[in-house]
């Protein structure tokens, strides 16, 4: 993933400088080059043999240092496609606002030309001082990439906000710096796809028309961005895009089940399935006898997997799809928020080159916020695209303070 990419790692002195291990050995597994420098302090918390082992590259401390792997270290260590600091303890970063160059790292950081990502580490009341807070502005002011830190205990047992982010968090901030052509890169991203069919017997179901090729073409898509793929898919005539972890199902219980499993892990949902409202309460053991009476189907609610998702929603992003054959947009707005969507998109399905069965659609993408963008006749696989990017542009995939 970061082949030929070289990461200067910084780390501090504070207690969460043994977390840093875990992002560098990350890193290198992904083929970074990684070259780590310490100050005095993070070589109290974690030692330069682990960081020298993890990195497989001498560790650098010493602004005076002579070791012969370097010409100049402040600025050899400079020269990088990104400089990671982690964490970044108040000092440093008053250090780096004020332009000071009394160490290694500080001289590294104010030699070098590459993209900054720090990830901040400290008490509380040190991370709510103005004078933090004004250098965390300066710093975000010259460009830097600031990872917010988290509220919750911390070292010393206060409860502030103050703790380093999540390790996850800190790999898609990274990821996404060194790979900016994959907005999505560091996502896990949920479809479902297609129709469901609901058994009524052990040869007959109900069914509907969907294709599932919107949904196979916007998990395509987000693979091409960069995100891992959970396709969870009703029966379809369709090669799944390759790259994208293809969960087949049938019923919309079955869909409902497997999309409960992976929805802790993902951060974006896209349903796109035509999920059956209702099922045939029982399905018949046998097949059902011809005769020439008329047949009674009892049918109950199938559960809706959609607005059981955004009743748990966190920090996700869920975007739903409504096809209509009438009031299209009032549909959609309505259906956006009964279900607490980010998102929703709406095509009518009865006009020509849209719906269910074809390679093309006319959708409107409507927003949580009452935005609108319309989207021309265009093929499925451009549609995809466009959702993705439009819901990429409005949503806030990167943090800076
Ligand atoms: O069926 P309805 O028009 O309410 O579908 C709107 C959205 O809700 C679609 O995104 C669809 O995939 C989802 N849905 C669902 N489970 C259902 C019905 C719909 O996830 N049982």
Not at 155 to 160: D, E, F, M, N, Q
Not at 166 to 190: C, F, H, S, W, Y
Not at 369 to 385: T, Y
């Amino acid at each position: 993933m970061f082949k030929n990419k070289t990461v200067t790692v910084g780390i501090s002195g504070g207690i969460a400088a043994y977390k840093s291990a875990e992002i560098v050995s990350w890193l290198k597994k992904n083929n970074a080059e990684v070259r780590v420098i310490m100050t005095e302090g993070a070589c109290r918390f974690i030692t330069p043999l682990t960081m020298k082992t993890l990195s497989g590259q001498p560790v650098a401390v010493d602004l005076m240092s002579m070791d012969p792997a370097y010409n100049v270290p402040h600025i050899d260590l400079a020269a990088c496609d990104l400089f990671l600091l982690l964490p970044a303890t108040a000092n440093i970063l008053a250090k780096a606002a004020m332009g000071l160059a009394d160490d290694l790292l500080s001289a590294s950081l104010l030699a070098t030309k590459a993209q900054v990502i720090a990830a901040p580490a400290m008490h509380c009341d040190m991370y709510d001082n103005p004078a933090t807070q004004g250098n965390l502005q300066i710093l975000a002011g010259r460009g830097w990439t600031l990872i917010e830190t988290e509220e919750g205990v911390l070292a010393c047992g206060a409860i502030g906000k103050g703790r380093l982010a999540g390790i996850p968090k800190i790999m898609q901030v990274i990821e996404a710096t060194l790979n900016p052509d994959k907005p999505l890169a560091g996502r896990r991203v949920l479809i479902t796809a297609g129709p469901t069919w609901e058994a009524m017997d052990p040869v007959r179901y109900l069914g509907n028309r969907s294709s599932g090729k919107t949904g196979y073409c916007l998990a395509g898509a987000a693979r091409d961005l960069g995100a891992v793929v959970d396709l969870v898919s009703g029966p379809v005539a369709l090669d799944p895009p390759p790259g994208v972890n293809l969960h087949r199902v049938e019923s919309a219980l079955e869909m409902a089940r497997v999309v409960t499993v992976l929805y802790p892990a993902c951060n974006i949902v896209i349903a796109a399935a035509a999920v059956a409202d209702y099922r045939p309460r029982q399905a018949a053991k046998e097949k059902i006898k011809k005769s020439s009476a008329s047949l009674n189907l009892y049918l109950e609610p199938n559960p809706d997997i959609l607005a059981g998702l955004g009743q748990n929603k966190g920090e996700r992003i869920l975007i739903g799809f409504a096809a209509e054959t009438e009031n299209l947009l009032e549909e959609a707005r309505k259906k956006l928020r009964e279900k607490n969507l980010d998102y929703i998109v709406a095509n009518d399905v009865s006009q020509p080159g849209a719906g269910f069965a074809g390679d093309t659609n006319i959708a409107t993408i409507i927003s949580a916020q009452g935005e609108e963008k319309q989207f021309p006749l265009m093929s499925k696989k451009a549609l995809a695209m466009e959702i993705w990017q439009y819901v990429i542009h409005n949503s806030q995939f990167t943090i800076h303070n």
